[in-house]
């Protein structure tokens, strides 16, 4: 077989699996993988949570990926890509290198879309990186007494779990502190954690009921100013602390590329995560429009997937279906944390929802063991 080269756009849970899983499958083989990230370091999302409330370290949640490349025999070029030519099969990277690909895997992730909806933009607290962690703990050091906090899960957000983890986190972080400060929480979806089962909704409406925490479900925000929260229900809700997750646009690597087809950014994709426009392209995880809940669990079956269908592609084999699931860890503040799982087998779909200290730990040690796995 002539040998083929396979470039990975993304380093994150999507990005890192692909190009392990290719790897693997390439052992023995003369096919050349890249990976081109303009990040240095991997960072494992689902921890940033604690860091906004002292407790995590920012050396424990990441690790350089140039070693973990090198070692397996993946080229890395740590560059920004600034756009993509599918017809020519070549991604453009930001200082104007051509790098030239057989097989393509998008796993460049989505970004927050905070201009979207008015007035939202540079009014929320965020943890969806290390920096506006650190920023939304500063803010929280700050926090006094009375000061009213909304928060919420804007339209089109599709990680809506992030929402929930905050809003736990931090009254216990204001229970520890002896603060007292009222918060309202609001979400897009029909009800608490749509789509995850009865047993997960019904929990959280019990801690919302016990915490004294008002929320309103199926509302979405009409525009924000500086002391208030606009909902389409009528509902104008003061706040002196905001965190919002807002919408979800693609990187700029796709809106600056012409030849593709899109909806903000996202791009369409057959249930095998290929590309409805480029058979030699995959997507995977937030960059792709597959529905169903956005974590980097998903990102990583996916990531997985679509290395093995260019494995198939290659050998003219038919291509896999990507079959949802959820396997979750919502952290509860001091109620440790919740478990949620629902996995489609041959004999129906196993659910499984558990709640208590159990799952924090399970979380923790999951967290340690992908580490420890990958660095």
């Known amino acids: 077989m002539i040998a083929m080269h396979i470039v990975v756009i993304g380093s994150g849970f999507g990005g890192l699996n692909a190009a392990v899983e290719l790897r693997k499958k390439f052992k023995h083989s003369q096919h050349e993988i890249t990976v081109i990230s303009d ?12 860091l906004p409330f002292h407790k995590h370290s920012i050396e424990k949640i990441t690790f350089p990926l140039r070693p973990t490349f090198e070692k397996i025999g993946v080229r890395f070029i740590e560059k920004s890509v600034q756009s993509l030519m599918p017809k020519q099969n070549y991604v453009i990277c930001h200082d104007d290198e051509m790098i030239t690909y057989d097989y393509l895997i998008i796993a460049s992730g989505a970004s927050p879309d905070w201009a979207r909806i008015k007035g939202l933009e540079g009014k929320s607290a965020s943890i969806y990186d290390i920096s506006s962690a650190l920023k939304t703990r500063k803010r929280l050091e700050e926090l006094e007494e009375g000061e009213p906090i909304v928060i919420g899960v804007a339209q089109e957000n599709p990680n809506h779990g992030i929402a929930y983890e905050f809003l736990f986190e931090l009254d216990a972080y204001l229970n520890e502190h002896l603060i007292k400060c009222p918060i309202t929480f609001f979400t897009y979806e029909k009800e608490l954690f749509d789509g995850t089962g009865k047993e997960p909704t019904e929990k959280l409406e019990e801690l919302m009921a016990e915490k004294q925490i008002q929320y309103y479900c199926n509302v979405s925000i009409e525009q924000v100013d500086d002391g208030k929260i606009y909902l389409n229900n009528g509902e104008r809700l003061p706040y002196s602390f905001l965190f919002v997750l807002p919408p979800y646009k693609g990187k700029k690597c796709i809106l600056t590329s012409k030849d593709f087809e899109h909806k903000n950014g996202i791009l369409p994709v057959h249930e095998s995560l290929q590309s409805i426009q480029w058979e030699n392209i995959y997507v995977v995880g937030d960059a792709n429009n597959i529905k169903g809940i956005k974590s ?47 996995k489609p087998s041959k004999q129906g779909t196993i659910q499984c929802t558990m709640s208590g200290i159990l799952p924090h730990i399970m979380k923790r040690a999951f967290e340690n063991y992908y580490l420890l796995k990958f660095s």
């Open 39 to 50: 990040q240095e370091q991997f960072i494992f999302r689902p921890s940033l949570i604690w």
């Open 296 to 342: 980097g669990r998903a990102a990583e079956l996916q990531g997985v997937l679509a290395a093995d269908n260019i494995v198939k592609q290659m050998h003219h084999e038919p291509l896999q279906s990507f079959q949802q699931d959820t396997i979750y860890f919502m952290e509860l503040g001091k109620e440790g944390a919740m478990f949620i799982m629902n």
